[in-house]
């Protein structure tokens, strides 16, 4: 059962037409509602949030890579700190990285396979008390 802050934003996405899709997170504090723009093209995926210059602290980027394996990531190009949440096919957090430095080409490694990963503004992780375990409520995750 979804909560409360997840059936608001799902109207506010509803309005937003197609582009935004309501995703929560559930962690030992509770719900998290996000709304998140879903990248699921390789174009997509390579553009991600590069050149953005902000990002609202309730929204957030899926990336679907349509199977479950290692992923690795970078912020070549991107401009806004971030945590990156990588998550199983089942929803569930398999890795966390925390406070991505902006325009870095370090590699960010899912560290387990992965079939899509979260990217929120940096401190999301830490605020709503994520770990590896936690759930992720999205169409694209199977329960």
Same mark, same amino acid.
């Given at each position: 059962?979804?909560?409360?802050?997840?059936?608001?934003?799902?109207?506010?996405?509803?309005?937003?037409?197609?582009?935004?899709?309501?995703?929560?997170?559930?962690?030992?504090?509770?719900?998290?509602?996000?709304?998140?723009?879903?990248?699921?093209?390789?174009?997509?995926?390579?553009?991600?949030?590069?050149?953005?210059?902000?990002?609202?602290?309730?929204?957030?980027?899926?990336?679907?890579?349509?199977?479950?394996?290692?992923?690795?990531?970078?912020?070549?190009?991107?401009? @806004?700190? &971030?945590?990156?949440?990588?998550?199983? =096919?089942? *929803?569930?957090?398999? /890795?966390?990285?925390?406070?991505?430095?902006?325009?870095?080409?370090?590699?960010?490694?899912?560290?387990?396979?992965?079939?899509?990963? @979260?990217? &929120?503004?940096?401190?999301?992780?830490? =605020?709503? *008390?994520?770990?590896? /375990?936690?759930?992720?409520?999205?169409?694209?995750?199977?329960?």
């Amino acid at each position: 059962m979804l909560g409360q802050p997840f059936a608001a934003l799902r109207a506010v996405a509803d309005s937003a037409g197609a582009k935004l899709e309501p995703l929560e997170i559930v962690t030992p504090t509770g719900p998290h509602a996000f709304l998140v723009e879903v990248m699921r093209t390789e174009v997509g995926r390579e553009r991600g949030l590069m050149y953005r210059r902000s990002m609202p602290q309730d929204r957030g980027m899926l990336f679907d890579f349509g199977v479950e394996q290692p992923i690795q990531m970078w912020m070549k190009n991107t401009y @806004l700190p &971030l945590d990156m949440i990588f998550i199983s =096919r089942s *929803g569930k957090v398999v /890795g966390v990285a925390e406070n991505a430095e902006p325009l870095s080409e370090t590699i960010i490694p899912s560290r387990a396979p992965a079939y899509g990963v @979260l990217e &929120l503004n940096a401190g999301a992780a830490a =605020r709503i *008390g994520l770990k590896i /375990g936690d759930s992720v409520r999205h169409s694209m995750f199977s329960r």
